[in-house]
């Protein structure tokens, strides 16, 4: 595994036991998920489902509880299997989990070989790989009109951070992924909110960083005693996050944009 991606999956293995007490916003954000597949999905049967990045199996095990599906494939690059063994007791529906680089679709497509999905989702994961590859290549695990469904962050996600450390991931904007999927997608749904988190003091805020797994962001980043002095007297210890959502349908052949390169 690249030295990257295992320094991500370390974060998130040491944060597995602090995890659920500590991602608030991230279930704010499957809550918001869950909404707008009701919104947009008006079966209750979802087929085929994969979810890339889906931690604790937490999404999995509400979305059960709302819809039913033929097939659950769950994959994360930490080893989450104990907490589905834990979730498969409680819901009706047999849900698979792959511990894998979630990027890496030739390992995910081996283990439903020539399976199409009907949809694909992703909560609070999608900012961790490289999106401006990776997104217009799940079309090709999805059928025609499935869709793909996910939450991120977006750029002024822990701005306060960025302003005072220089830390941050690449985030993109909703115009970005307009234009990422314009060629195999049609957007249904997206839009963005801003989460202000206060904190008792600077310290408290950096726990919860490493508590929910975001360690890896800080490589290289020693925190002192003026750098804390400095966050409290400038952000007032509060860090923003800055969800964004997107629901998108594949386009079936006919209604690809007439210029697009897959089109030709
Ligand atoms: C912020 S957590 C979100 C977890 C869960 N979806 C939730 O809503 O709480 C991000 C998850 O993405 C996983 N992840 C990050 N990059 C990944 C990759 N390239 N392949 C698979 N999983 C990845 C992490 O291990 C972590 O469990």
Request: aromatic share 10%; hydrophobic share 40%; proline share 4%.
């Amino acid at each position: 595994m690249q030295a990257q991606k295992e320094r991500i999956r370390q974060g998130f293995q040491r944060a597995k036991p602090t995890y659920a007490q500590n991602a608030k916003v991230q279930q704010t954000m499957q809550q918001k998920l869950l909404a707008i597949l009701r919104k947009h999905c008006k079966t209750r049967n979802l087929g085929n489902i994969l979810e890339l990045g889906c931690g604790n199996g937490l999404l999995a095990r509400n979305l059960a509880l709302s819809f039913e599906f033929e097939s659950y494939l769950a994959v994360d690059l930490v080893d989450f299997s104990n907490d589905f063994i834990k979730i498969q007791k409680d819901i009706p529906h047999k849900i698979d989990f792959l511990q894998a680089d979630f990027e890496d679709l030739a390992q995910i497509s081996n283990k439903n070989p020539n399976l199409q999905y009907d949809l694909i989702l992703s909560n609070a994961s999608m900012q961790w790989v490289n999106q401006r590859g990776f997104l217009p290549q799940l079309s090709v695990l999805l059928r025609p009109n499935g869709i793909l469904a996910f939450s991120t962050f977006g750029a002024e996600n822990y701005q306060e951070l960025r302003a005072s450390c220089g830390i941050g991931l690449e985030y993109l904007e909703p115009k970005d992924y307009a234009e990422i999927l314009q060629s195999d997608f049609k957007i249904l749904e997206s839009f963005e909110a801003r989460i202000p988190l206060h904190f008792s003091n600077t310290l408290a805020l950096f726990r919860h960083l490493r508590d929910t797994g975001v360690n890896s962001l800080q490589q290289g980043f020693r925190l002192n005693k003026k750098f804390l002095t400095d966050y409290a007297t400038r952000f007032h210890n509060v860090l923003t996050y800055h969800p964004i959502y997107l629901l998108a349908q594949k386009r079936s052949l006919e209604s690809k944009p007439k210029d697009s390169p897959s089109n030709s």
